[in-house]
């Protein structure tokens, strides 16, 4: 029986096999090639790296390409949370009373009451949006049934959210599992050291934020924030301080349905969070781009950058992003629902990435054949390319949707990046 080799010395010299030798030896070995032939075996070196690489990046994308779409429809489930819709409004009721009663959960990002242009009345119900989807979840929770006005007013998820239905399931019951909540209704004079000595009883607090108001030179907090226990378990227990009254403030508490990394300084949800590159996969591109250009082989090695092109810290070109806004899609006398907005999606993804689609009324929009004014609806769509926001407006612009011609054009992407959605530049 054979026994197993454990060790083994060599006793001869060691020869390398065919094959065995690297390029580099063989080319010094082979000092008579001619100048030709050494350009020869040059190039199909250049050409076995590049081979190599994108290779690689062949395998990779597919694997990265499903892992974004995963965190887009994420990202596009925490939207459509942040959403509730109010029905059975009273006809005494106007949007000033509704924002009132649902800002104690929140910060209201829009509320869209439905007009009727014949009446000049609302038609009943709305739409109220906020920036974070745990204060849609309180809204759901306390102001079902509540008498507004001279009726109880319904309040619920919009109905047309079937399609994303698995994934804010997945999503609520992930969060049962983390340490975190989300307080609302904080006191302006309360600060994030006295927050967390207030929840402290329940278990050590790891995180105590309150969000920030945008451009506030003195802190000041939006009066909600979120907590961060060491354990499950108190952040269960802390659950039971929704609706404590501190001293004549309605403290609410729910569970953080948002990931802590998706949530902006000031408590909106980052949308620039889903949207960034594998570093796999831009390091491949870089090496790609380091060849071609050491190798001098393509146009765009000598290219020099313009002002629409950014270089990142490794060396990779990549394009910025654009931003687009399409008018007259629908009227704003139309319901506004969720579906809009994967439908935007849906069809302007067919022109490049989308990493944003934002439904906007623009209150009071002066018409240009007249001394009238009324709501305009705004849909601003950010490309990760200025180049597929400008295919999309190619496409789009003056095509018919529903029978409106749609008005397509780029957007300022400062105005955009800082919210606003009425720049005329």
Known sequence: MMSKVVSANQTGVLLAGRGGCRLEELLAKNDHLTIEQYELVSRAKRYATEQSLKHIMTKRIPTEQQQQQKTLQRYQALVLMCRVYVGSISFDVNEEMIRQSFAPFGTIKSINLSWDQVTMKHKGFAFVEYDLPEAAQLALEHMNG?????????????????????????????????????????????????????????GKVRVCKLVLTPNSETNQHRGCGFIEFDSESAATEALTMNNFDLGGTILHVCRATTPAENVTINGTLDS????????????????????????????????????????????????????????????????????????????????????QVIIYVDKAVKQADSDETRDEIKIFVKYKEEKSAMAAISNLNSRYFGGRQISARLYSRKAFSRRDYTNTD
Do not use: W
């Not at 071609?292 to 090695?301: D, F, I, L, P």
């Open 146 to 202: 509540v008498q507004m006005g001279q009726r109880q007013i319904k309040v619920g998820r919009p109905s047309n959210m079937p399609q994303a239905a698995p994934v804010i399931q997945q999503i609520q019951e992930e969060c049962k599992q983390n340490n975190r909540i989300y307080v609302s209704n904080v006191h302006s004079d309360l600060n994030e050291q006295e927050l967390a000595e207030l929840f402290e009883p329940f």
């Open 272 to 355: 620039e969070s889903h949207t960034n590159q594998p570093a796999a996969e831009e390091d491949i591109q870089a090496q790609l781009e380091r060849t071609n250009r050491e190798h001098n082989v393509g146009e765009s090695a000598n290219t020099s950058l313009t002002s629409d092109h950014h270089k990142t810290s490794n060396g990779y070109v990549s394009q910025a992003p654009g931003v687009i806004v399409l008018t007259n899609m629908v009227s704003p006398d139309e319901e506004l629902d969720d579906t809009l907005q994967l439908d935007v999606y849906g069809e302007c993804k067919k022109h490049g990435v989308v990493t």
